[in-house]
């Protein structure tokens, strides 16, 4: 099982970033899928996840600018982060899970600069 995430890198507060998350090994329509993140000396927090069924959910503090969607085609989940912040620096981590499993991927790595 490999999540492949990318998409990461650095850019001014009020600019754009489209995370991808390219998943091997699973049956992708199958799991539900997240975006964590976790800052410098924080504890890792769910963003926004989707469901097998297409329902999403999203933290408050990225409500309204971020979105996250998903490709059963493709096997790739998006996050697609507008009006990003300097508080949206993180490392971002891909998540499958299904009532059996729980994959993570290695992380992309995000600076909103002020």
């Known amino acids: 099982v490999q999540l492949q995430a990318s998409g990461g890198g650095l850019v001014q507060a009020g600019g754009s970033l489209r995370l991808s998350c390219a998943a091997s090994g699973i049956t992708f329509s199958n799991y539900n899928m997240a975006w964590h993140r976790q800052a410098p000396g924080k504890r890792r927090e769910l963003v926004s996840n989707?469901?097998?069924?297409?329902?999403?959910h999203y933290v408050d503090s990225v409500k309204g600018r971020f979105t996250i969607s998903r490709d059963n085609a493709k096997k790739t989940v998006y996050l697609q982060m507008n009006s990003l912040k300097p508080e949206d620096t993180a490392v971002y981590y891909c998540?499958?899970?299904?009532?059996?499993?729980?994959?993570w991927g290695q992380g992309t790595q995000v600076t909103v600069s002020s």
């Open positions: 998540n499958a899970r299904s009532w059996s499993n729980d994959y």
């Open positions: 989707i469901d097998a069924g297409g329902i999403s």
